[in-house]
């Protein structure tokens, strides 16, 4: 079970997930902690810098939220361009 607001980070939550890969330096690494760093403030829906359980949801899985879809479409966007 998830603490109840979540204190960790988007650099952080980014890091952990990095942490087994070579890449925690470099462009891809910064590209994906500026992701996530955009990610976390959309799916901060009271915006105190902390995500509870279902904004950690959204965060995790943005193509299921409504409020975060646009942001997914940027994503893919960006994607297709590179």
């Known amino acids: 079970m998830l603490p109840s607001p979540l204190l960790c980070s988007p650099h952080r939550c980014c890091a952990l ?3 087994d890969s070579e890449e ?3 462009d891809h690494y910064k ?8 990610r976390w403030k959309r799916a901060d829906k009271n915006g105190d810098g902390k ?3 279902d904004e950690f949801t959204d965060f995790l899985h943005p193509e ?13 966007a960006h994607r297709g361009r590179h």
């Open 24 to 26: 925690e330096e470099g």
């Open 64 to 76: 299921e939220a409504e409020h975060m879809r646009e942001l997914v479409v940027q994503v893919s």
């Open 17 to 19: 997930v990095a942490a």
């Open 31 to 38: 590209d994906m902690v500026e992701r996530d760093e955009r």
């Open 51 to 53: 995500l509870d359980k």
